[in-house]
């Protein structure tokens, strides 16, 4: 999974003659982001020394087949229209069964926990994770939880 880096600066804070100097990909109101960490060190630098550094999270960036209510309770949609989740947050993973009606109801089971689907990933609250594990079993369906290791990009 490839991970972005949104850099916070203070709400009202006027960052115009700040952010000209760096390479930053999308935004969202008081955050910067960035698929490249040294740049990220460099805004949050830059930031620190004008006392307007708030703080920095690690993002997934997704493209979303569907989203659920309360996805920007755990990331946002950015000024340019994409998806991001707060990695430390979230929990992401995938289910599997020769038995495509119990996946089915296991999935409309957990759909009110989800955050996201995105090519057949699944995202909830990092909270959510034993529920998941919990209602997975009791259809008799694999849930993987180890995703980092297989996707390089989301």
């Known amino acids: 999974m490839k991970v972005y880096y949104g850099v ?3 709400s009202d804070a006027d960052v115009k003659d700040i952010i000209s ?3 930053y990909c999308d935004s969202d109101g008081s955050i910067l982001i960035t698929d490249c960490y040294k740049q990220a060190i460099l ?3 830059q930031f620190i020394s004008k006392n307007i550094y708030e703080e920095m ?5 997704l493209h979303p087949t569907e989203i659920y209510g309360s996805f920007t309770d755990y990331g946002m949609i950015s000024e340019s229209g994409n998806h991001y989740l707060f990695k430390e947050m979230v929990c992401h993973f995938q289910f599997k069964s020769p038995e495509f009606t119990q996946m089915k109801m296991c999935i409309l089971q957990i759909e009110e926990h ?3 689907v995105s090519d057949q990933t699944f995202y909830a609250g990092s909270n ?4 998941v594990q919990k209602i997975a079993q009791s259809y008799e369906v694999t ?6 290791k297989k996707n390089e990009n989301v």
């Open 8 to 10: 916070e600066f203070h």
């Open 21 to 23: 100097d760096y390479e």
């Open 43 to 45: 805004l949050k630098n």
């Open 57 to 61: 999270h690690e993002l997934i960036k």
């Open 114 to 116: 989800l955050l996201a």
């Open 128 to 131: 959510d994770s034993e529920l």
């Open 143 to 148: 849930v993987d939880f180890d995703l980092d």
